[in-house]
Nanobody
Framework: QLQLVESGGGLVQPGGSLRLSCADS????????IGWFRQAPGKEREGVSC????????MYGDSVKGRFTISRDNAKKTVSLQMNSLKPEDTAVYYC???????????????WGQGTQVTVSS
């Protein structure tokens, strides 16, 4: 069974960078599309970015285009989200989610990670 774990969150100043990672405890993620979502208290969950199972296709939410980059490592065991030029409005809990390849970049999710807190503040 999938057990996703996110890491890399923390406190960063506006304009700073963080790199989030998503991994499964027992399996490579190359069989799945992976989506990154975020949610702030009292706000709706928002799709941030997603990557196909092959790694050949990616998509980004309008609010993060040009600042965030999603990628798979060479072994396809993890998926990372490089977050640059961070803004206070990026503050949220970030979750990665495994998706069937055919449901790439959708709200159909097989498993969620526990989330990692990203706080952008001076």
């Amino acid at each position: 069974q999938l057990q996703l774990v996110e890491s890399g969150g923390g406190l960063v100043q506006p304009g700073g960078s963080l790199r989030l990672s998503c991994a499964d405890s027992g399996f490579s993620l190359d069989a799945y599309a992976i989506g990154w979502f975020r949610q702030a208290p009292g706000k709706e969950r928002e799709g941030v970015s997603c990557i196909s199972s092959s790694g050949k296709s990616t998509m980004y939410g309008d609010s993060v285009k040009g600042r965030f980059t999603i990628s798979r490592d060479n072994a396809k065991k993890t998926v990372s989200l490089q977050m640059n030029s961070l803004k206070p409005e990026d503050t949220a809990v970030y979750y990665c989610a495994a998706q069937r390849p055919e449901y790439y970049c959708s709200n159909d999710v097989l498993a969620w990670g526990q989330g990692t807190q990203v706080t952008v503040s001076s």
